[in-house]
């Protein structure tokens, strides 16, 4: 249990503190007496300001202890601590979390994540279509009950034709009823003015490590302007929501770069878990000379 009351002897050895916290710091760097925190029994941290410039509000903390019954004071420890209205750092926040929509440039590559919940395989492998598809029979038969209009009785009694089906519903769906339409001009105006903005002429699709055309956040265009432009849906992309050309590209590339797995450590060269013995005192007949035989002359024959 941490003892609230300082310990007298530690709370006393305030000039064996303010030695230790000038010899860790800089000559000068020490100022004035801050008083003295009680970290358990027998252990006392004294508190020194530490006027250096760029650590405003900064401590430095100094750790003495004593043995107990010993009149001795020894010293535990010395560290510059920050202080209530120190002035810290911003706290550290990943490279993920810090990036923001439009922080990318030419050059630029972001790594994406192999399991990214963004991104889904372009292909399953099989025939069937997959279950929320829009050609799956589960699908059609749901949009066949939503889409159908029933009247109760026989077909000779309805007094008007369903709207379902008609030539003016599909015409409405497929968007055949506005008054007018995108002309072949508009058309091509409209595609270079895209291309103008987000082509391979820019200096980002110029530094892109791929094109838009085998990116995994393009989204497809209908009619023939599909042949040559899409709809970007990454959000760190600098074309985020914007149409651009098949040939454009930007460090953002869903197959750019994939975020590498954490690096295993190789296998230990020498092997210092084994422990082989070593007989302090070796065995008298394990040599290749006798024990009991006399010592013989050295010499050359």
């Given amino acids: 249990m941490r003892s609230r009351t300082p310990d007298r002897l530690c709370a006393e050895a305030v000039e064996l503190a303010r030695e230790a916290a000038t010899e860790a710091a800089h000559p000068g760097q020490v100022g004035e007496y801050l008083g003295a925190v009680a970290e358990g029994d027998r252990v006392v941290t004294h508190l020194f300001e530490s006027p250096e410039p760029g650590y405003r509000g900064w401590r430095w903390a100094v750790t003495v202890t004593r043995a107990s019954r010993a009149k001795a004071v020894t010293l535990d420890e010395t560290v510059l601590l920050p202080g209530p209205d120190a002035l810290l750092a911003p706290e550290w926040v990943p490279w993920s979390e810090r990036l923001r929509p439009g922080d990318m440039g030419p050059g630029d590559l972001l790594p994406t994540e192999a399991e990214d919940l963004r991104l889904e395989p372009g292909y399953s492998g099989e025939d069937a279509p997959p279950p929320n598809s829009a050609v799956s029979e589960e699908m059609q038969q749901l949009a066949a009950v939503e889409e159908a209009d029933v009247t109760a009785g026989a077909p000779a009694a309805q007094t008007a034709a369903p709207a379902t089906g008609s030539i003016a519903a599909i015409a409405e769906e497929l968007g055949m009823r506005r008054a007018r339409v995108l002309s072949r001009y508009g058309l091509h105006d409209a595609a270079d003015r895209w291309d103008e903005a987000y082509g391979p002429k820019t200096p980002m699709a110029q530094a892109a490590p791929g094109t838009c055309a085998s990116c995994g956040f393009l989204v497809a265009l209908g009619g023939s302007l599909g042949q040559a ?73």
């Fill in 229 to 301: 432009f899409g709809v970007c849906a990454n959000e760190f992309s600098p074309a985020d929501g914007r149409v651009v050309s098949l040939s454009y590209g930007c460090g953002a590339h869903s197959e750019a770069a994939v975020m590498p797995k954490p690096p295993r450590p190789a296998p230990p060269v020498v092997d210092e878990t084994v422990v082989e013995p070593l007989p302090l005192h070796p065995d008298r007949t394990s040599g290749s000379v006798e024990p009991d035989t006399p010592p013989e002359e050295l010499g050359h024959s």
